[in-house]
Nanobody
Framework: QVQLVESGGGLVQAGGSLRLSCAAS????????MGWYRQAPGKPRELVAV???????NFADSVKGRFTISRNNAKNTVYLQMNSLKPEDTAVYYC??????????????WGQGTQVTVSS
């Protein structure tokens, strides 16, 4: 089994910054894409940012230029640096990783979520 543990959420004023971390542990042979999603009350879960094992990234239009994503492959960890936060960024942020515990069979795992609240 694989576990994803997130940290770094909290309350911040508009214009502020937060850094989220997500560490994968368990039986891990390899990880390809790792990413962050978010879900605001009454809205569907949406992609925020994703990074491949090679370092290619993709961002939601709403966060481009404000958020960056990075990963440490040796630590099986992904980070989300969030700058210039806006009240509309308020949501529960979920980490996601595609993990192979053996061979090339990848399975998608989710973290438990961390709350980010941006006050105006």
């Amino acid at each position: 089994q694989v576990q994803l543990v997130e940290s770094g959420g909290g309350l911040v004023q508009a214009g502020g910054s937060l850094r989220l971390s997500c560490a994968a542990s368990g039986i891990i042979f390899s990880i390809n894409a790792m990413g962050w999603y978010r879900q605001a009350p009454g809205k569907p879960r949406e992609l925020v940012a994703v990074i491949t094992s090679g370092g290619s990234t993709n961002f939601a239009d709403s966060v481009k230029g404000r958020f960056t994503i990075s990963r440490n492959n040796a630590k099986n960890t992904v980070y989300l640096q969030m700058n210039s936060l806006k009240p509309e960024d308020t949501a529960v942020y979920y980490c996601n990783a595609n993990v192979a515990s053996s061979g090339n069979y990848f399975r998608s795992y989710w973290g438990q979520g961390t709350q980010v609240t941006v006050s105006s």
